[in-house]
């Protein structure tokens, strides 16, 4: 099977810094897959708030996740603090790439890169929609 590889954008629009605590941690002592994608699932939170939006409401439809790809590149440890960047990446007309990239804060070091892909939800119709106007325009000037 060929190795996951993701190209990271040139400028990514937002970051957030998220420390690792101890239930983050798995057996080898080293940040968990697992854990990983609950930090990533906080940030990417922090990142819709940034903008003044929810997953719920980004200009009136919410998001749903389709897929996930991750790329580990470093351990991470208890006590150390991530910064994780995201930007929006290959849009379609029901979605887009959210890019992430995960940094341990003092060193700089790369802990992992991955991206959702996620599809724009009207909740109360359970069908997907068009990617908002006021999304694609605030992620290309942001």
């Known amino acids: 099977m060929p190795?996951?590889?993701?190209a990271l954008p040139e400028k990514f629009v937002f970051s957030?810094?998220?420390p690792i605590y101890i239930q983050h941690i798995n057996y080898g002592h080293h940040l968990d897959n697992a854990a990983l994608l609950m930090l990533v699932a906080e940030a990417r939170v922090r990142f819709f708030k940034h903008f003044g939006w929810s997953e719920l409401d980004v200009g009136g439809p919410g998001?749903?996740?389709a897929d996930v790809a991750a790329q580990y590149r470093s351990e991470a440890f208890h006590g150390e603090t991530l910064v994780i960047a995201f930007a929006a990446a290959d849009f379609?007309?029901?979605g887009c790439d959210l890019v992430w990239q995960l940094k341990e804060q003092a060193s700089?070091?790369?802990v992992?890169?991955?991206k959702h892909g996620i599809v724009f939800f009207d909740y109360a119709t359970r069908s997907k929609v068009k990617v908002p106007a006021v999304f694609a325009?605030?992620?290309a000037g942001a």
């Open 63 to 65: 998001i749903v996740v």
């Open 108 to 110: 700089g070091r790369e």
């Open 16 to 18: 957030t810094e998220i």
């Open 112 to 114: 992992a890169r991955g």
């Open 92 to 94: 379609h007309d029901y």
């Open 137 to 139: 325009a605030r992620m």
């Open 3 to 6: 190795r996951i590889k993701i």
